[in-house]
């Protein structure tokens, strides 16, 4: 214990001040596991890595090496600067890349890695990463080109089976039925599994660096051909019922088991030949450097790091990505005969649109609600409904998506008193361009940052004849001007 003791000011100094810069972080990352807006399991891939980790710390260490301080120190430092860039840029996400860092220098000191059951710190920290909502931030910004691969392999693959397929873009058609493959399509949340099993497999093995990612895309390609399996035979079952003895692929429990299945089959490659041979059998330190300051200056050093923690909570946050100021665009005085009443912004709304932009309007046309979200950064202001309507306690079930007149897509949504209500969205841009993805506008958006988006959503009662419904739709559509990306194309299903 007296060998601890010249560190224990710096120690408490450096611990207190990453506190201070994790309280702000932490409450937001267990908000999004528990706000519904957020469909993050996030919380899960914690249990996950706090079982590895109590599992090493059950084990005696092994082996002396005084660098881990030192090392863990270095990762504290860098987190302080990434909190200091994500306070003044005002992004939750970097915040919590921050926590990653925080928990490898944690498993540093901890030693996990020169235990009787060794774990890899960096591998626990990137563990760590998954409970972020990082599955939510790779659809919205990697989900239209995974969409689009597993479109156009899927379609290869049963063209060596089947005739009479056609495709175009996401969009399959086989003997007559149309099949989309739509967002929850895209592969994001077997390509989270497949990757959460690859990182736990390098946590206990500790492979060297190159043979890891080595691995990582493997892993990769292979949680794509499970997705390519499961639309492929989603696309039969709907297509070929007979084939599967009449049964309805799209309805649960069976549309899901489809899924983990060929997950599960895609990953025995990789339990079957991932071997531990090529795994450190010890922990190896960020930096050989071997510095020991005086005392005095370790005291200055973590006094500096804890002023400096106390004035990164401090700045003002100014977010980089404030969409620019958007006129609003006028809104048609009635509607199908009924005129428009405009509806406030909620207060949580306003202070929304203030601190980062854009500009959101209101307006009822008797039965029909109508919002339109104008914004510059679309990462910032556009969602799908289900997004917001989840986070005011509606259960909301995707319909999936019409191409006419425009490129739509369709939720129901529940309130808590039980009224149902539909809910058809779509995006357009500055530039005429028209969808229904949320991924696909993003994607579009990144390769024309200064375009302006708008979200067009039209919310109806769900009882409401349908007669009347689709002449809403239809008069809402032509009132706005909405441009039709495709023409002539029917209602298809969700793949």
């Given at each position: ?10 120690a ?5 001040a990453?506190?201070?810069l994790?309280v702000?972080?932490?409450?937001w ?18 249990v996950l ?6 599992w090493s710390?059950?084990?005696?260490a092994?082996g002396?090496?005084?660098r881990h301080?030192q ?6 430092i860098a987190?302080?600067?990434?909190r ?5 840029l ?5 915040r919590?890349?921050a926590?990653?860092l925080?928990?490898?220098a ?12 060794a ?17 939510r ?6 989900g239209?080109p995974?969409q ?5 392999l899927?379609?290869r693959?049963l063209?060596?089976?089947?005739s009479?397929?056609h ?5 399959i058609?086989?003997s007559g039925?149309?099949?989309?493959v ?5 592969g994001?949340s077997?390509?989270m ?15 060297k660096?190159p ?13 794509v051909?499970a997705?390519?399996?499961r639309?492929?035979?989603l ?11 009449g049964?309805?692929v799209?309805?649960?429990p069976l ?10 089959l895609s ?33 200055l ?8 923690a ?5 700045l003002?946050?100014q977010?980089?990505?404030v969409?620019a ?6 809104l048609?005085?009635?509607?199908d ?6 509806e ?5 709304e306003r202070s929304y ?5 854009g ?5 009822r046309?008797g ?5 339109l979200v104008?914004?510059?950064s679309?990462?910032?202001h556009?969602?799908a409904p289900d997004d917001?309507?989840?986070g ?7 319909l999936g998506t019409?191409?006419?007149p425009v490129?739509?897509?369709l ?10 209500w ?5 995006f357009?841009s500055?530039?005429g361009?028209?969808t ?5 506008a ?9 375009t302006?988006?708008?979200?067009v ?5 769900w ?11 239809a ?6 001007d ?10 298809t299903r969700e793949?």
């Amino acid at each position: 214990m007296t060998r601890l003791a010249p560190y224990s000011l710096t120690a408490a100094s450096f611990v207190l001040a990453s506190l201070i810069l994790a309280v702000e972080p932490v409450r937001w990352l267990v908000n999004t596991w528990l706000d519904p807006s957020y469909p993050s399991t996030g919380a899960l891939y914690l249990v996950l890595m706090l079982g590895l980790l109590l599992w090493s710390l059950s084990s005696p260490a092994t082996g002396e090496d005084a660098r881990h301080r030192q090392t863990a120190l270095l990762l504290l430092i860098a987190s302080g600067f990434i909190r200091f860039l994500s306070q003044v840029l005002a992004i939750n996400v970097i915040r919590g890349f921050a926590l990653a860092l925080d928990v490898y220098a944690l498993a540093v000191l901890l030693r996990t890695g020169s235990r009787r059951r060794a774990v890899s710190p960096f591998w626990l920290s990137v563990l760590f990463l998954f409970t972020l909502p990082v599955e939510r931030i790779l659809q919205r910004i990697a989900g239209y080109p995974l969409q689009e691969i597993s479109a156009d392999l899927t379609c290869r693959a049963l063209g060596l089976f089947f005739s009479d397929i056609h495709c175009s873009g996401i969009r399959i058609e086989l003997s007559g039925q149309d099949v989309l493959v739509d967002l929850p399509c895209s592969g994001t949340s077997g390509l989270m599994l497949a990757l959460t099993f690859v990182v736990g497999l390098n946590a206990l093995y500790r492979p060297k660096l190159p043979v890891a990612i080595c691995w990582i895309a493997v892993t990769l390609f292979l949680s794509v051909v499970a997705n390519v399996i499961r639309i492929g035979v989603l696309a039969v079952g709907l297509s070929h019922p007979d084939q599967i003895f009449g049964l309805d692929v799209m309805a649960n429990p069976l549309h899901d088991l489809i899924g983990y299945v060929a997950l599960a089959l895609s990953l025995v490659p990789v339990l079957v030949f991932y071997k531990p041979g090529s795994a450190v059998r010890a922990s190896r330190p960020i930096s050989r450097l071997h510095w020991s300051p005086s005392k005095p200056v370790r005291h200055l050093g973590s006094l500096v790091f804890l002023s400096l923690a106390l004035v990164i909570v401090s700045l003002p946050r100014q977010a980089l990505d404030v969409s620019a100021a958007a006129e609003p665009q006028p809104l048609p005085l009635s509607i199908d005969g009924e005129y428009g009443i405009d509806e406030p912004l909620l207060p949580v709304e306003r202070s929304y649109f203030e601190q980062y932009g854009g500009h959101a309007q209101k307006r009822r046309y008797g039965a029909l609600s109508m919002t339109l979200v104008h914004t510059t950064s679309p990462l910032r202001h556009l969602h799908a409904p289900d997004d917001c309507l989840r986070g005011l306690g509606y259960e909301v079930k995707f319909l999936g998506t019409r191409f006419a007149p425009v490129p739509t897509a369709l939720y129901r949504a529940r309130s808590r008193t039980g009224e149902e209500w539909r809910v058809a969205v779509t995006f357009t841009s500055s530039r005429g361009e028209t969808t229904h993805n949320i991924a696909e506008a993003i994607w579009l958006w990144l390769r024309n940052p200064g375009t302006r988006w708008t979200s067009v959503q039209r919310i109806t009662p769900w009882n409401l004849p349908e007669k009347r419904q689709t002449a809403f739709e239809a008069a809402a559509i032509a009132a706005l001007d909405l441009p039709s990306a495709i023409s002539s194309q029917t209602r298809t299903r969700e793949g």
